[in-house]
């Protein structure tokens, strides 16, 4: 049972990236599934969530209306689209079950 993030990357203030959320040894569509950020010296921080019940998104205030989640259960990928990004959006990310297991993140670093 694994989820594997990826993705992440160095980029410039304004740019996009998109992170990737890959999970084995489980049905992705069993579950809900979150993205959380971490910056040195920070707490954790929920970014996004999918529900699996039906899809429905929520996100943090601090990236309404910039990112945007999304799962592909054929895939077994879940994915966070991150537009406008920011030098404050620097953390590492990762995705997490709703029963709390998580795999290992991926930097996500803003220049300004």
């Known amino acids: 049972v694994q989820l594997q993030a990826s993705g992440g990357g160095l980029v410039q203030a304004g740019g996009s990236l998109r992170l990737s959320c890959a999970v084995s040894?489980?049905?992705?569509?069993?579950?809900?599934i979150g993205w959380f950020r971490q910056a040195p010296g920070k707490e954790r921080e929920g970014v996004s969530c999918?529900?699996?019940?039906?899809?429905?998104?929520h996100y943090a205030d601090s990236v309404k209306g910039r990112f945007t989640m999304s799962r592909d259960n054929a895939k077994n990928t879940v994915y966070l689209q991150m537009n406008s990004l920011k030098p404050e959006d620097t953390a590492v990310y990762y995705c997490?079950?709703?029963?709390?297991?998580r795999g290992q993140g991926t930097q996500v670093t803003v220049s300004s």
């Open positions: 999918i529900s699996r019940l039906d899809d429905s998104t």
């Open positions: 997490q079950r709703d029963d709390n297991l």
């Open positions: 040894g489980f049905t992705l569509d069993d579950y809900s």
